[in-house]
Protein backbone atom coordinates (compact mmCIF):
# COMPACT_ATOMS: atom_id res chain seq x y z
CA UNK A 1 0.00 0.00 0.00
CA UNK A 2 1.40 3.25 -1.20
CA UNK A 3 2.19 5.84 1.38
CA UNK A 4 0.49 8.67 -0.03
CA UNK A 5 -2.89 8.94 0.81
CA UNK A 6 -3.97 10.14 -2.63
CA UNK A 7 -6.21 7.61 -4.54
CA UNK A 8 -4.16 7.36 -8.25
CA UNK A 9 -7.65 5.78 -9.97
CA UNK A 10 -10.39 4.21 -9.34
CA UNK A 11 -8.65 0.81 -9.93
CA UNK A 12 -6.16 1.74 -7.01
CA UNK A 13 -9.64 3.12 -4.64
CA UNK A 14 -11.09 -0.80 -5.42
CA UNK A 15 -7.87 -2.26 -3.79
CA UNK A 16 -7.82 -0.05 -0.66
CA UNK A 17 -11.53 -1.55 -0.29
CA UNK A 18 -10.34 -4.88 -0.71
CA UNK A 19 -7.29 -4.22 1.85
CA UNK A 20 -9.46 -2.81 4.49
CA UNK A 21 -12.09 -6.04 4.22
CA UNK A 22 -9.59 -8.51 3.82
CA UNK A 23 -8.02 -7.69 6.80
CA UNK A 24 -10.63 -6.33 8.97
CA UNK A 25 -8.58 -2.95 9.05
CA UNK A 26 -10.10 0.42 9.27
CA UNK A 27 -7.05 1.89 9.37
CA UNK A 28 -6.24 0.95 5.95
CA UNK A 29 -8.94 2.93 4.23
CA UNK A 30 -9.18 5.90 6.72
CA UNK A 31 -5.44 8.04 5.04
CA UNK A 32 -7.69 7.75 1.71
CA UNK A 33 -11.10 9.33 2.66
CA UNK A 34 -12.08 12.73 3.13
CA UNK A 35 -13.18 14.29 6.51
CA UNK A 36 -16.65 14.88 5.04
CA UNK A 37 -17.02 11.67 3.10
CA UNK A 38 -20.58 10.59 2.71
CA UNK A 39 -21.56 6.83 2.94
CA UNK A 40 -24.88 5.34 1.07
CA UNK A 41 -26.24 2.25 2.49
CA UNK A 42 -29.21 0.15 0.77
CA UNK A 43 -31.99 -2.17 1.52
CA UNK A 44 -31.77 -5.65 0.87
CA UNK A 45 -31.95 -9.19 2.17
CA UNK A 46 -27.92 -10.22 1.63
CA UNK A 47 -25.67 -12.17 3.93
CA UNK A 48 -24.62 -8.52 5.45
CA UNK A 49 -28.57 -7.55 6.00
CA UNK A 50 -28.13 -10.04 9.22
CA UNK A 51 -24.90 -8.02 10.22
CA UNK A 52 -26.78 -4.76 9.71
CA UNK A 53 -30.05 -5.16 11.06
CA UNK A 54 -27.66 -6.19 14.75
CA UNK A 55 -26.21 -2.64 13.72
CA UNK A 56 -29.34 -0.52 12.81
CA UNK A 57 -26.77 2.00 10.83
CA UNK A 58 -28.96 4.89 8.93
CA UNK A 59 -29.47 5.01 5.35
CA UNK A 60 -26.67 7.97 5.10
CA UNK A 61 -23.44 8.53 6.88
CA UNK A 62 -21.91 11.32 6.97
CA UNK A 63 -18.29 12.25 8.26
CA UNK A 64 -15.15 10.32 8.01
CA UNK A 65 -14.98 9.28 11.87
CA UNK A 66 -18.90 8.49 12.14
CA UNK A 67 -18.47 6.01 8.95
CA UNK A 68 -15.27 4.55 10.17
CA UNK A 69 -17.18 3.61 13.77
CA UNK A 70 -19.65 1.84 11.54
CA UNK A 71 -17.39 0.14 9.88
CA UNK A 72 -15.71 -0.70 13.08
CA UNK A 73 -19.28 -2.19 14.17
CA UNK A 74 -19.31 -4.43 11.00
CA UNK A 75 -15.62 -5.96 11.41
CA UNK A 76 -16.18 -6.77 14.77
CA UNK A 77 -19.74 -8.44 14.14
CA UNK A 78 -17.34 -10.52 11.39
CA UNK A 79 -14.93 -11.62 13.93
CA UNK A 80 -17.69 -12.46 16.75
CA UNK A 81 -19.43 -14.41 14.42
CA UNK A 82 -16.76 -16.34 12.36
CA UNK A 83 -18.65 -15.27 8.83
CA UNK A 84 -16.19 -16.10 5.60
CA UNK A 85 -16.03 -13.29 4.15
CA UNK A 86 -14.01 -11.73 1.18
CA UNK A 87 -13.51 -8.42 -1.18
CA UNK A 88 -12.18 -9.00 -4.62
CA UNK A 89 -11.95 -6.14 -8.07
CA UNK A 90 -15.29 -6.45 -10.52
CA UNK A 91 -15.66 -4.17 -13.92
CA UNK A 92 -19.13 -3.07 -13.61
CA UNK A 93 -19.87 -0.88 -16.39
CA UNK A 94 -16.47 -0.31 -17.37
CA UNK A 95 -15.35 0.71 -13.71
CA UNK A 96 -13.56 -1.00 -11.24
CA UNK A 97 -15.45 -1.57 -7.81
CA UNK A 98 -14.69 -3.76 -4.91
CA UNK A 99 -17.14 -6.42 -3.93
CA UNK A 100 -17.81 -7.57 -0.70
CA UNK A 101 -18.81 -11.48 -0.27
CA UNK A 102 -19.89 -13.18 3.15
CA UNK A 103 -20.23 -16.38 3.07
CA UNK A 104 -19.28 -17.50 -0.20
CA UNK A 105 -22.40 -15.55 -1.60
CA UNK A 106 -20.95 -13.43 -4.31
CA UNK A 107 -23.95 -11.58 -4.92
CA UNK A 108 -24.30 -9.40 -2.22
CA UNK A 109 -23.04 -5.70 -2.52
CA UNK A 110 -20.12 -3.60 -4.26
CA UNK A 111 -18.68 -0.59 -3.42
CA UNK A 112 -19.26 3.00 -5.92
CA UNK A 113 -16.88 5.33 -5.06
CA UNK A 114 -16.50 9.21 -6.06
CA UNK A 115 -12.95 10.37 -6.13
CA UNK A 116 -12.04 14.73 -5.84
CA UNK A 117 -8.51 15.48 -5.32
CA UNK A 118 -7.11 12.68 -4.18
CA UNK A 119 -9.26 11.49 -1.64
CA UNK A 120 -12.78 9.30 -0.97
CA UNK A 121 -15.64 11.83 -0.43
CA UNK A 122 -18.69 9.43 -1.03
CA UNK A 123 -19.11 5.59 -0.93
CA UNK A 124 -22.30 4.15 -2.30
CA UNK A 125 -23.53 0.52 -1.52
CA UNK A 126 -25.17 -1.39 -4.37
CA UNK A 127 -25.86 -4.82 -4.94
CA UNK A 128 -24.26 -6.65 -7.73
CA UNK A 129 -25.14 -7.25 -10.60
CA UNK A 130 -25.21 -11.61 -9.71
CA UNK A 131 -27.50 -10.40 -6.74
CA UNK A 132 -29.88 -8.37 -9.25
CA UNK A 133 -29.93 -11.36 -11.54
CA UNK A 134 -30.73 -13.92 -8.87
CA UNK A 135 -33.63 -12.07 -7.39
CA UNK A 136 -34.96 -10.22 -10.27
CA UNK A 137 -33.90 -11.45 -13.38
CA UNK A 138 -31.71 -9.82 -16.30
CA UNK A 139 -31.36 -6.08 -16.75
CA UNK A 140 -32.50 -4.60 -13.18
CA UNK A 141 -30.47 -1.52 -13.45
CA UNK A 142 -32.22 -0.51 -16.83
CA UNK A 143 -30.31 1.30 -19.72
CA UNK A 144 -27.97 4.29 -18.21
CA UNK A 145 -26.49 2.35 -15.69
CA UNK A 146 -25.63 -0.88 -17.83
CA UNK A 147 -24.66 0.12 -21.40
CA UNK A 148 -20.71 -0.29 -21.74
CA UNK A 149 -18.02 2.21 -23.19
CA UNK A 150 -18.22 -0.18 -26.50
CA UNK A 151 -21.63 -0.16 -26.50
CA UNK A 152 -22.18 3.75 -26.51
CA UNK A 153 -19.56 3.57 -29.49
CA UNK A 154 -21.77 1.10 -31.48
CA UNK A 155 -24.86 3.82 -30.79
CA UNK A 156 -22.35 6.56 -32.03
CA UNK A 157 -21.74 4.76 -35.32
CA UNK A 158 -25.48 3.26 -35.90
CA UNK A 159 -26.78 6.90 -35.63
CA UNK A 160 -24.23 8.26 -38.12
CA UNK A 161 -24.56 5.98 -40.29
CA UNK A 162 -28.73 6.04 -39.99
CA UNK A 163 -28.77 9.70 -40.28
CA UNK A 164 -26.40 9.60 -43.33
CA UNK A 165 -28.68 7.12 -45.10
CA UNK A 166 -32.02 8.99 -44.87
CA UNK A 167 -30.61 12.78 -44.50
CA UNK A 168 -27.02 12.58 -46.50
CA UNK A 169 -23.97 13.96 -45.63
CA UNK A 170 -25.34 16.60 -42.79
CA UNK A 171 -23.27 17.08 -39.72
CA UNK A 172 -23.48 15.46 -36.53
CA UNK A 173 -22.50 17.46 -33.20
CA UNK A 174 -22.11 14.94 -30.40
CA UNK A 175 -22.41 16.30 -26.68
CA UNK A 176 -19.08 15.42 -24.43
CA UNK A 177 -18.98 13.03 -21.80
CA UNK A 178 -18.59 16.00 -19.78
CA UNK A 179 -21.67 17.42 -20.87
CA UNK A 180 -23.59 14.28 -20.21
CA UNK A 181 -22.57 14.12 -16.81
CA UNK A 182 -25.53 13.01 -14.60
CA UNK A 183 -27.62 13.53 -17.73
CA UNK A 184 -31.26 12.21 -18.40
CA UNK A 185 -30.00 10.64 -21.51
CA UNK A 186 -26.80 8.36 -22.62
CA UNK A 187 -26.27 10.47 -26.07
CA UNK A 188 -27.36 13.54 -27.05
CA UNK A 189 -26.38 15.23 -30.55
CA UNK A 190 -27.35 18.01 -33.11
CA UNK A 191 -28.64 17.76 -36.33
CA UNK A 192 -30.19 20.46 -38.96
CA UNK A 193 -30.39 22.63 -35.80
CA UNK A 194 -32.63 20.11 -33.66
CA UNK A 195 -31.01 18.52 -30.36
CA UNK A 196 -31.73 14.49 -29.85
CA UNK A 197 -31.30 12.97 -26.68
CA UNK A 198 -30.82 9.23 -26.79
CA UNK A 199 -31.49 6.29 -24.09
CA UNK A 200 -30.01 3.01 -26.07
CA UNK A 201 -31.71 -0.11 -25.45
CA UNK A 202 -29.90 -3.76 -26.39
CA UNK A 203 -33.09 -6.11 -28.50
CA UNK A 204 -32.33 -10.15 -28.81
CA UNK A 205 -34.64 -13.16 -29.40
CA UNK A 206 -32.48 -14.14 -26.18
CA UNK A 207 -34.53 -12.76 -22.93
CA UNK A 208 -30.86 -12.86 -21.17
CA UNK A 209 -29.21 -10.42 -23.81
CA UNK A 210 -32.25 -7.76 -23.94
CA UNK A 211 -31.99 -4.58 -22.02
CA UNK A 212 -34.53 -2.32 -21.88
CA UNK A 213 -35.31 1.70 -20.34
CA UNK A 214 -36.89 1.43 -16.86
CA UNK A 215 -40.08 3.53 -16.91
CA UNK A 216 -38.28 5.78 -14.64
CA UNK A 217 -35.48 6.32 -17.19
CA UNK A 218 -37.90 7.12 -19.78
CA UNK A 219 -39.90 9.47 -17.55
CA UNK A 220 -36.68 11.70 -16.89
CA UNK A 221 -35.77 11.44 -20.69
CA UNK A 222 -39.14 12.79 -21.23
CA UNK A 223 -38.70 15.57 -18.46
CA UNK A 224 -35.17 16.72 -19.44
CA UNK A 225 -35.98 16.72 -22.85
CA UNK A 226 -39.36 18.91 -22.74
CA UNK A 227 -37.12 21.65 -20.39
CA UNK A 228 -34.11 21.57 -22.70
CA UNK A 229 -36.35 21.50 -25.86
CA UNK A 230 -34.87 18.71 -27.13
CA UNK A 231 -36.11 15.26 -28.88
CA UNK A 232 -36.68 12.21 -26.74
CA UNK A 233 -35.71 8.86 -28.82
CA UNK A 234 -34.30 5.59 -28.03
CA UNK A 235 -32.11 4.02 -30.27
CA UNK A 236 -32.56 -0.12 -30.28
CA UNK A 237 -29.20 -2.16 -31.19
CA UNK A 238 -29.40 -5.83 -31.58
CA UNK A 239 -26.98 -8.26 -29.77
CA UNK A 240 -24.62 -7.41 -32.32
CA UNK A 241 -24.02 -3.53 -31.94
CA UNK A 242 -26.16 -2.98 -34.93
CA UNK A 243 -28.52 -0.66 -35.40
CA UNK A 244 -32.05 -2.13 -34.83
CA UNK A 245 -34.62 0.97 -35.03
CA UNK A 246 -35.20 4.20 -34.01
CA UNK A 247 -38.24 5.35 -32.00
CA UNK A 248 -39.70 8.73 -31.07
CA UNK A 249 -40.50 9.41 -27.59
CA UNK A 250 -43.09 12.03 -28.29
CA UNK A 251 -46.19 13.14 -30.29
CA UNK A 252 -45.61 14.29 -33.52
CA UNK A 253 -47.88 17.43 -32.83
CA UNK A 254 -44.99 18.44 -29.98
CA UNK A 255 -42.48 17.84 -32.55
CA UNK A 256 -44.03 19.88 -35.83
CA UNK A 257 -43.47 23.37 -34.94
CA UNK A 258 -40.29 22.85 -33.95
CA UNK A 259 -39.57 21.65 -37.78
CA UNK A 260 -41.31 24.49 -39.41
CA UNK A 261 -39.66 26.94 -37.25
CA UNK A 262 -35.80 25.65 -38.38
CA UNK A 263 -37.34 24.66 -42.26
CA UNK A 264 -37.26 21.12 -42.20
CA UNK A 265 -39.47 18.80 -43.92
CA UNK A 266 -41.88 16.87 -41.60
CA UNK A 267 -41.79 13.64 -44.24
CA UNK A 268 -38.13 13.78 -44.27
CA UNK A 269 -37.71 13.56 -40.15
CA UNK A 270 -40.59 11.44 -40.25
CA UNK A 271 -38.64 8.64 -42.01
CA UNK A 272 -35.75 9.11 -39.24
CA UNK A 273 -38.71 6.98 -37.04
CA UNK A 274 -40.25 4.33 -39.48
CA UNK A 275 -40.45 0.94 -37.26
Not at 107 to 116: A, H, M, N, S
Not at 232 to 249: H, N, R, W
Request: charged share 25%.
Amino acid sequence: MPATNDVKSYMHAAEIICACWNNLDTSIIEPYLSEDVIWKGMEHSGPLNDIDLAIDPPLTIKGKRNYLEYLEKIFARLRLLKHSFSADIVCENDEYRARITIDYQDEDEVYRLTIENGLITEIQIMPSFEWWKELFGPSPFGVISQTTLHEQASAIAAIEQYFKTILGNKTITWATPYELKNSHCQLSFNCEGLDYDVLVEIHSWDDNKCRFAMKSEFDRLKAGCQVNDHIPCILALDEKGQFASLTLVEKMEVIAPKLRSKGIDELTFRELFKK
